[in-house]
């Protein structure tokens, strides 16, 4: 079975451009986590869908950024618009209901000029 | 709120040496779980601990679940080049479902 599948690998943006990165989870996955890491803050949870409902947006830096789960099989994160400070490596992981391990994907290198 | 720690934060080896790195917290958790990320790539799952006092292998790799619920070690024996990477613990917030993470633990080898 295919593993989570993100795109871009890597994006390359102007400041004040809009971003868009794209996930697909494993199938039959209900649980879908977008995450953030840099050096400095390492790994941070934006935000988490359930059965493609957002449960918790609390880690949405700012109103800059809005996530959507039209469907079971996608997801999106978007950046509108981008700053340098969003420059940073973007990752969806996925998992089943009532197990906590979460299946990552490879990651969008994000970088704002 | 409730934290991981996790040590050492950075290990010079030499192939062929065994590894030991440790995660700790002040909460108790009922799920331990550790992932290695290499360059470039996303964390990986290795070991999911589900009792306390578990021990656990996957290969050269054994993890163990602390007796107090607040501590999980991982071991590496025989290291190899491409153990390089960097060693996550993460366990879940006891008030959602998300997941709480280690800072990590960086792995080198000594050329």
């Known amino acids: 079975d295919a593993g989570v599948i993100q795109s871009p690998r890597h994006e390359v943006t102007e400041m004040g451009q809009e971003v868009t990165l794209r996930c697909k989870p494993i199938?039959?996955?209900?649980?879908l986590f977008w995450y953030r890491q840099t050096m400095m803050r390492g790994l941070e949870l934006l935000i988490y869908f359930n059965n493609n409902v957002p449960i918790d947006d609390s880690g949405m830096p700012e109103d800059r950024f809005s996530a959507k789960m039209p469907n079971a099989s996608f997801s999106t994160l978007k950046i509108q618009p981008s700053e340098p400070r969003d420059s940073a490596v973007y990752f969806c992981a996925s998992s089943f209901v009532g197990v906590y391990e979460q299946y990552f994907g490879p990651g969008t290198r994000l970088t704002v000029t | 709120g409730q934290q991981l720690n996790q040590s050492p934060q950075s290990m010079f080896i030499q192939e062929g040496e065994d590894v030991s790195m440790n995660c700790t917290s002040s909460s108790i958790f009922n799920t331990w779980l550790w992932y290695k990320q290499d360059p470039g790539e996303g964390p990986v799952l290795l070991i999911a601990l589900y009792k306390a006092g578990e021990l656990t292998s996957n290969g050269r790799l054994t993890a163990q679940f602390g007796i107090t619920r607040k501590d999980s070690f991982l071991n590496i024996s025989a290291s190899i080049p491409s153990d390089v990477g960097i060693y996550f613990c993460a366990g879940p917030d006891d008030s959602n479902y998300q997941l709480i993470w280690g800072a990590g633990t960086k792995l080198i080898i000594k050329p």
């Open positions: 199938s039959g996955h209900d649980y």
